[in-house]
């Protein structure tokens, strides 16, 4: 239990849609970063934000975009959805900054049709 | 690009037997992670090594950055059956940033 949460658990959408999905920290972290996780792969990398602002970017195209609020919650959303965008998708809260522990949150499964 | 790679990709064993899974770069890591991550949940964290040469053991498991700080090891004495899950490694570039995960390694224990 690492006090990370997110939801939906799972969700479905199609090809083109937007999605939002939403993770809410422990409190006093003022760090939350997000992954995707295809089947089979590490997670990888989409952007972190601290304190509201982002604060590093992945190799991810501007239709993924993040929200962090004051009150420890935070939501990423994809526009135009791709069916390559089908993943599980974490949310990791810290502390800090850089090499402080991230503590994940259980993931969104998303898939699209 | 910093890239991780993380051998072997799957491994199959008896519990009580011993096991090393190996993370290598051709990019040097101002540190490296190891995460264990079981079905339906997120990753969660094993340990952080920051120095080159640097081991750290954790019980049964045995953690090693190398000298150059480009490859890190994961040893694991008389595996059980609880150790079965998907083992990431995961480096943060110079800027102290970005995270990069390996592949990560799939390991099942056999009673």
Known sequence: ?113 | TQLLEQSPQFLSIQEGENLTVYCNSSSVFSSLQWYRQEPGEGPVLLVTVVTGGEVKKLKRLTFQFGDARKDSSLHITAAQTGDTGLYLCAGVDNYGQNFVFGPGTRLSVLP
């Open chain 1, 1 to 113: 239990e690492t006090g990370v949460t997110q939801s939906p658990t799972h969700l479905i959408k199609t090809r083109g849609q937007q999605v939002t999905l939403r993770c809410s920290s422990q409190s006093g972290h003022n760090t939350v970063s997000w992954y995707q996780q295809a089947l089979g792969q590490g997670p990888q990398f989409i952007f972190q934000y601290y304190r509201e602002e982002e604060n590093g970017r992945g190799n991810f195209p501007p239709r993924f975009s993040g929200l962090q609020f004051p009150n420890y919650s935070s939501e990423l959303n994809v526009n135009a959805l791709e069916l390559d965008d089908s993943a599980l998708y974490l949310c990791a809260s810290s502390l800090g900054q850089g090499i402080d522990t991230q503590y994940f949150g259980p993931g969104t499964r998303l898939t699209v049709l």
